[in-house]
């Protein structure tokens, strides 16, 4: 949350200015980052609990009870040997006699019930909130989590309304926190000041930062709740805005202090030897990336296309210009068997090219890699591809000018940021297979400059996909396997586990090239073999030497055998919908037809639509907007990218509308006065700083 204090002191109070906060509860706090009334009022609360009073009736199933009655009378049970039991009987208005009850352990030293008695003697006024046994048609009983006395003043920070929930650590409970936040509240609140220009709020409609702090901790309804949240997230947003476009701005003023000439002594016979036409896409895209290679400051391009839209190829027409201006490029790739899937097919696109391409991973031994290090050093190798192996310090290049990323979203930006510093200003290209809605990725690199190649290859014919039982599947492995194709079956783990009921791709090869497929080559790849004999089994299956090729996830990226015609996928209810894509995408790289098996038995409604979408679609767009719609930015695109946002308030898929009127305004505002210099809009621009500073400084996005 975003509150400025330009003018005032009072925000920069220690917590412990407060009544009822010691040095120990600071100390607790301090954990939680809330060290002034600032951090307090700035604490989000982590959900919303409705605590209206329930009324008369069925008992809800899925919301807590909450009563208000009076004490008649109190008692304690034992249940069994282990439980106690104490019982406050209630008259509650409206709902007559109920049961709220209280459970312990025998024998704890502290005896809760002992305060319990003090507190609801006969004739107390209290109220608790709880379970109740769901369904029933009235009223009963209620097993107590929290209760408050009507008496005491504090109680309706507590119950009958919607109250904040904030995120807490041991030793300070939910309420306390509750309360010491609203004392801060109490005390700041005749001091907040606005800190947006009053004709944003008026264009966008936003509740002023006074009403939207007080909408957010003591909400009179959900309404009042989502206007503040979205005046608090617009704000967020604007200024994330101003920062990426400052940043882009700065960029713009770095010159790289090399350039770049087309010469074609590799490009043209690289493209005449491919074996296939460029699509019209990839034509496209390479001369928007060799454009973005020749300007004076350094490229940032995000090249999207879906999975087996050939982004290698393009990939590689970029290394070659670095290569031909006498240059060195780094290829990195998430995982070992990406890297060493794209190594074999640089060597078949480059074939007799004078281009010399070395492999970093973890597995390459010792001294070959030190070897290999050698020759990066000195020039004598113009790319190397690899895995984050290549992050290593020990990595270091002659004159290093073009660093490409395959499967960004799998790496942090700091990993991008270690590998740009490897050179001088570095010319970067990110590809990725997720497409990312455009509002997100407006929001994840404000400006950065995509490519997108929305063009399949010619001949490709998507894979037909069925959700079918594993018996009919494997006819379709035998049948298509029988014709000459491959197939894979896909599982999601690698041992048995005990737990889950989920096929173990250890176990099933074994079952599999013993009993069902005894009369085909089958061979096993997972994420735990060695590195030497995954490449051995990925090798053999891509050379052609074993028909099926049982899996885990690890073949999810890159993984190129055209002859691949076929893919179970067990459990695939278990998968991700972005997994799924990305696995699919395995299949139907040849020109000839292709099938994939989804065998599951989803349970959950959200597993039945991923099975559903994806019968229904392989548009990868469709698919990655209705996984975010699913998952949401933080899984979708791995923690790590999203999360370096550092949004505490703004949620970019339920905001992406505010998300574009932020942007919108942020450009504006920018144009008139690209300093922010004028008054009204002074404490936004301190705001802007200290948040750049904490959070968005070494975001590295150009
Ligand atoms: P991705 O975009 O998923 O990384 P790849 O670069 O692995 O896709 O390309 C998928 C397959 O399509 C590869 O076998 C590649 O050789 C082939 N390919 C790429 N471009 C073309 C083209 N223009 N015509 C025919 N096949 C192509
Ligand atoms: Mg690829």
Known sequence: MLVNAAFSRALERPVQYLKGVGPKRARLMER???????????????????????????VPVDAPLVLKGRVTRTLTQRAGTHLELFIAKLQVPGHGAVDAVWFKRPNRRYDVFESLRRELA?????????????????????????????????????????????????????????????????????????????????????????????????????????????????????????????????????????????????????????????????????????????????????????????????????????IENGYQGAFMAPTEILAEQHFWTFQKFLGELPVRVELITSSVPKRKRERILARAASGEVDAVLGTHALLEESVAFKNLRLAIIDEQHRFG????????????????????????????????????????????????????????????????????????????????????????DLKAAQAEFNRLSKTVFADRRVSLVHGRLPGKKKV?????????????LVATQVIEVGVDVPNAGVMVIQNADRFGLASLHQLRGRIGRGSGASTCCLVAQPKSPEARRRVAILCETSDGFRIGEEDLKIRGPGEMLGMAQHGELGLRVADLVRDSDLLASAREDARELLAQDPDLKSPDLRPLRDKLVSLYQERWQSIDLA
């Open 122 to 322: 006969p004739g107390a006024d209290a109220w608790v909130i709880g379970r109740g046994e769901p369904g029933l048609l009235k009223i009963r009983k209620i097993s107590v989590q929290e209760h408050y006395l009507v008496d005491d003043p504090r109680t309706p920070l507590h119950v009958g309304k919607l109250v904040p929930i904030y995120p807490t650590t041991a030793g300070l409970p939910e309420r306390l926190l509750r309360e010491i936040v609203a004392a801060a509240l109490d005390e700041v609140f005749p001091e907040l000041r606005e800190n947006l220009p009053e004709k944003l709020l008026r264009r966008r409609e936003l509740l002023t930062l006074p009403q939207a702090v007080r909408g957010i901790h003591r909400p009179r309804s959900s309404e009042e709740l989502e206007q503040a949240r979205r005046r608090l997230s617009y704000e967020e947003l604007l200024l994330l805005e101003f920062a990426w476009t400052l940043k882009h701005r700065q960029t713009r003023e770095v010159v790289k202090g090399y350039g770049y000439e087309i010469k074609r002594s590799l490009l043209t016979p690289f493209r005449a030897q491919l074996g296939f036409e460029l699509t019209r896409a990839q034509k496209r895209v390479v001369n928007e990336i060799l454009g973005d290679m020749q300007n004076p400051y350094p490229m940032t391009r995000l090249l999207q296309g879906d999975v087996g839209s050939g982004k290698t190829v393009v990939a590689i027409a970029a290394l070659l210009l670095a």
């Open 536 to 548: 051995a089994a990925m090798e053999e299956f891509a050379s052609g030497g074993s028909d099926i």
């Open 413 to 500: 930006v700091r990993q991008r940021t270690t590998l740009r510093q490897k050179g001088p200003p570095l010319d970067l290209l990110l590809m990725t297979a997720t497409p990312i809605p455009r509002t997100l990725s407006l929001a994840l690199y404000g400006d950065l400059d995509v490519s997108t190649l929305d063009e399949m290859p010619p001949g490709r014919i998507p894979a037909k996909t069925l959700h079918i039982g594993e018996k009919e599947a494997f006819e379709i492995v035998r049948a298509e396997t029988g014709r000459g194709l491959q197939a894979y079956i896909v599982y999601p783990i690698i041992e048995e586990s005990a737990s889950l």
């Open 32 to 58: 939680l980052g809330l060290r002034t009334l600032r951090d307090l009022i700035e604490a989000f609360p982590r959900t919303w609990e409705d605590r209206i009073e329930t009324p008369p009736g069925r």
